[in-house]
T-cell receptor
């Protein structure tokens, strides 16, 4: 149980285009989803926290107009990287947490974004 | 105060050895301490987690030791295998107001030699 999927697993786009990444909890309802960014050989950096049906909470230094997050249902959150530039190239990973009061976060397999 | 400091940055052991990875924290409000394993190009996978009301937890070959007074916790991998070669992250979080967001350590790259 507790499987989280991401789509796509890999995407290459041109500078200036927007890219949408989906995160789905397959066998549980995720009241909270988290989006992380990871550069090579570095730790995970939390970008934002999203709760179903409400606006995402962004970490300091993360541009909310650049990284649009939507958590429209208990099983789906999306991250849209708007007007992507080469510096946005990174590994984006989502995680999901079940009902309130549980601590365990289950991570998706990640999405490798390359902006040319 | 929100940081979790992890060491060593990298570790090489022989097959069958017991690598130990250490983490330290400052925020006494942390009450959940998971360890994640990550292979290249994959998302992190939860290995084992502990709460501060116990000093040790074992799951298979993985053991967490927790020292509340020292604000330190560590991961031990018994009878390590080449397949354990990966990057390991410790993390910490609190219940309540901050929605349980995880603060990650810097990561430790483990290589287990055959």
């Amino acid at each position: 149980g507790a499987v989280v999927s991401q789509h796509p697993s890999r995407v290459i786009c041109k500078s200036g285009t927007s890219v949408k990444i989906e995160c789905r909890s397959l066998d549980f309802q995720a009241t909270t989803m988290f989006w992380y960014r990871q550069f090579p050989k570095q730790s995970l950096m939390l970008m934002a926290t999203s709760n179903e049906g409400s606006k995402a909470t962004y970490e300091q230094g993360v541009e909310k107009d650049k990284f649009l997050i939507n958590h429209a249902s208990l099983t789906l959150s999306t991250l849209t990287v708007t007007s992507a530039h080469p510096e946005d190239s990174s590994f984006y990973i989502c995680s999901a947490r079940g009902r309130l009061g549980t601590d365990t976060q289950y991570f998706g397999p990640g999405t490798r974004l390359t902006v040319l | 105060q929100q940081q979790v400091k992890q060491s060593p940055q990298s570790l090489i052991v022989q097959k069958g050895g017991i690598p130990i990875i250490n983490c330290a924290y400052e925020n006494t409000a942390f009450d959940y301490f998971p360890w994640y394993q990550q292979f290249p190009g994959k998302g992190p996978a939860l290995l084992i987690a502990i709460r501060p009301d116990v000093s040790e937890k074992k799951e298979g070959r993985f053991t967490i030791s927790f020292n509340k007074s020292a604000k330190q916790f560590s991961l031990h991998i018994m009878d390590s295998q080449p397949g354990d070669s990966a990057t390991y992250f410790c993390a910490a979080s609190t219940r309540g107001g901050n929605t349980g967001k995880l603060i990650f350590g810097q990561g430790t790259t483990l290589q287990v030699k055959p």
